[in-house]
């Protein structure tokens, strides 16, 4: 007889947890992009979710010591390497949710907009291969400047015949993490109970947090506006400032795509009143084909724009959601051109 070998207990909570919840889990997920400092953060907490069954990690650099390294925790999802163009086809077979982190991040007086001349390219390819090797997948775009790099995943998607406008999001949760981590310690609320809605893009005064509409409702002074306001709008850039020329935030980043990744996968899972702010195809201003909200997501990504944040803005919210249009819509512009000019 050969012996029986003992299921950890982590794991066979993991089993019961992915079959209490909706359809039960089983998703693969792929991150581009893996052997990063978000990348491999954000593959670990992937690697706790009940959700994921399966966990394929891609990059240019090698990522066989953060799989095998991964591979020992005793957490549900099966995780496997893939390292180098070579690889991607496999690494994207079979997909439901491919999560891209690839790209450079900014260094201390840089710009989001500053990597443009590297990470458009980047997305592209990555963007080229989705279409090619998971078309039905969602996508979750992190890379920077994301009010760009959506814009071009969408048209690369476009040229391909694959492109499905509910499936495509840029990752903004990380201003939502912030806006709620700062009100929260403002006002002194519990942190667990707040939500602030951030529309608008992912770079400077595009981030548009709307205090106004802030759980649990609070009363703010308009100092206060204006300083949990630009606290938000510049978090990234004290990040990139403190790593002093080793690259931006990692961490938060990685535990705001898992949040946002996680609230996906419940969505795909028929989990009802999922909802997450995500720069995504937009109806809501008709100058922004592009524009981040507050969306529900459902088993095919966006099931709807909700809105309804936008309406009813204070004095300052409206000036400065009219500001950033013709930045945010000059981002996206620039975007669709790179891919437009290409062959
Ligand atoms: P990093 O340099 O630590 O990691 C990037 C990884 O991408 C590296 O492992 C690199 O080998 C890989 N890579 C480069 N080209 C690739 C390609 N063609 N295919 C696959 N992998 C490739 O950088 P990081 O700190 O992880 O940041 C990654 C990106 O995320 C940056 O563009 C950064 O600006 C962005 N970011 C966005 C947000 C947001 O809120 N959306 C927050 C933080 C970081
Ligand atoms: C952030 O907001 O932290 C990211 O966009 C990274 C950056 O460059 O600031």
């Known amino acids: ?38 990348g491999q953060t954000l593959s670990l907490l992937a690697k706790m979710s009940p959700l994921v069954s399966a966990l394929s990690l891609y990059d240019i650099s090698s990522v066989d010591g953060v799989a095998a390294d991964l591979s020992d925790c005793n957490t549900l999802a099966q995780v496997a390497g893939f390292t180098g163009k070579d690889e991607l086809a496999g690494s994207l077979a079979g997909a439901d949710v491919v999560v891209i982190p690839a790209g450079v991040p900014r260094k201390p007086g840089m710009t989001r907009d500053d990597l443009f001349s590297v990470n458009a390219g980047i997305v592209k390819e990555l963007a080229e291969a989705v279409a090619d090797h998971a078309p039905g997948a969602l996508v979750h775009v992190i890379t920077n400047p994301v009010n760009s790099t959506v814009p071009i ?11 499905d406008p ?34 608008g893009g992912h770079a400077a005064d595009t981030i548009l947090p709307l205090l106004s509409k802030a759980r649990p409702k609070a009363a703010f002074t308009d100092e206060e506006v204006e300083e949990l306001t630009a606290r938000i709008q510049n978090a990234g850039t004290k990040v990139v400032e403190a790593k002093a020329g080793a690259g931006s935030a990692t961490l938060s980043m990685a535990y705001a795509a898992a949040r946002f990744l ?14 997450e702010c995500a720069y995504v ?10 524009f981040a909200s507050r969306v529900k997501l459902g088993r095919d990504g966006v099931e709807e724009e909700v809105g309804s944040e936008l309406r009813g803005l204070s004095g300052y919210e409206a000036r400065a959601l009219e500001a950033l249009k013709p930045k945010l819509k000059a981002s ?5 051109a790179y891919v437009q000019q290409q062959q």
């Open 166 to 199: 509910r499936k495509l999001f840029g990752v903004t949760t990380l201003d939502v993490v912030r806006a709620n981590t700062f009100v929260a310690a403002r006002k002194g609320l519990p942190l667990a109970d707040v939500d602030v809605p951030v529309v």
């Open 1 to 38: 007889l050969k012996p029986r070998a003992a299921r950890p207990r982590a794991a066979r909570r993991a089993v019961v947890v992915a079959q209490a919840g909706g359809g039960g889990g089983g998703y693969k997920v792929a991150i581009l992009g893996a052997a990063g400092g978000v």
């Open 281 to 290: 195809q937009s109806q809501l201003v008709p100058e922004l084909p592009f």
């Open 153 to 163: 995943a969408a048209e690369v998607l476009k040229r391909k015949g694959a492109y």
């Open 332 to 336: 996206i512009d620039k975007g669709v």
């Open 262 to 275: 996680e609230a996906s996968l419940r969505g795909l899972d028929g989990d009802e009143a999922v909802y």
